[in-house]
């Protein structure tokens, strides 16, 4: 079983920029890839970012087309940790950000991720 929680959320004007960690405890020798997932007041959740995590493609990343060039996801092995580095931040990146664990490989798939956090809230004002 692996437990993950996120946390670096919280309000940032707009322009700036925010990290959230995703810290993972438990069995977690069998996750391929950590994914960053967004859902604003109102709207489905999408997703936001992966970084593979298995032997031969360790360190891929992938991003949407809506924050390609402005955040970056990351993981530090020692730490059992994923990162999501937000700069130029833009009020409709105002949602709250889910970290979530799959043992099939990145897909930006929700029904793929086999373990999720709680969520953290990132608030951006203008």
């Known amino acids: 079983q692996v437990q993950l929680v996120e946390s670096g959320g919280g309000l940032v004007q707009a322009g700036g920029s925010l990290r959230l960690s995703c810290a993972a405890s438990?069995?977690?020798?069998?996750?391929?890839?950590m994914e960053w997932y967004r859902q604003a007041p109102g709207k489905e959740r999408e997703a936001v970012a992966c970084?593979?995590?298995?032997?031969?493609?360790?360190?891929?990343?992938y991003y949407t087309d809506f924050v390609k060039g402005r955040f970056t996801i990351s993981s530090d092995h020692t730490k059992k940790t994923a990162y999501l580095q937000m700069i130029s931040l833009k009020a409709e990146d105002t949602a709250v950000y889910y970290c979530a664990g799959s043992n099939l490989g990145c897909s930006f798939s929700q029904y793929s991720m086999s373990d999720w956090g709680k969520g953290s809230l990132v608030t951006v004002s203008l």
């Open positions: 970084i593979s995590t298995v032997t031969d493609s360790d360190g891929q990343t």
């Open positions: 438990g069995i977690v020798y069998n996750i391929n890839d």
